[in-house]
């Protein structure tokens, strides 16, 4: 028996949801079953930047309290769907206990704050860029792409607690 793993904040292209559904169930047309399994959440403290020559963004820590990502809270429903989120993301990214403020339905705080894993950059340094990372300009020029590019491939998780 496997207990739910800690919820995760996500801030980049797995918020779009085509994308995360295919890491977590391997089909991109999954939208409908990862969507009950994320809410508008924001992560302070951390700023969210672009990073050279590539589609995805960096996490990075700030001492302005002031920053903050938007995003999603992700409660994965077993060790699998955790073990393929840590799979996607890779070794740049250090999986980083923060305190999340969900947000209502009108992209303000909630009052109610979690404790969730966040993929912050761990990566070269040199590699992040000033600008901000954009979702809308993602999903719009790279995510079809991506889906094209993952289609046929299986992240390492196994099935044997879904």
């Keep these: ?52 020559n590539r589609d995805y963004p960096a996490a990075v820590k700030q001492d302005n309290i002031s920053s903050s990502i938007d995003g999603y809270l992700l409660t994965p429903q077993t060790a699998s769907q955790r073990r393929k989120l ?7 990214y250090m ?13 303000e705080p909630s009052g109610e704050t979690v404790d969730a894993d966040m993929y912050v950059w761990n990566g070269d340094m040199e590699a992040v860029s000033s600008e901000p990372w954009d979702l809308d300009a993602f999903i719009r020029e790279r995510l079809a792409d991506w889906i094209d590019l993952f289609e046929g491939m299986e992240l390492v998780g196994g099935d044997q607690d879904q």
């Excluded at 840590?86 to 740049?92: S, T, V």
């Excluded at 999986?95 to 992209?107: A, E, F, K, R, Y």
């Design 86 to 92: 840590d799979d996607f993301e890779g070794e740049a």
């Design 1 to 52: 028996m496997s207990t739910q793993p800690r919820p995760i904040f996500i801030y980049g292209t797995m918020c779009a949801l085509p994308l995360l559904s295919w890491v977590l169930t391997g089909d991109a047309s999954n939208v409908d079953s990862v969507s009950a399994l994320v809410r508008q959440a924001r992560v302070s403290g951390y700023s969210r930047f672009s990073l050279h």
């Design 95 to 107: 999986p980083t206990l923060v305190t999340v403020t969900i947000l209502d339905s009108n992209g």
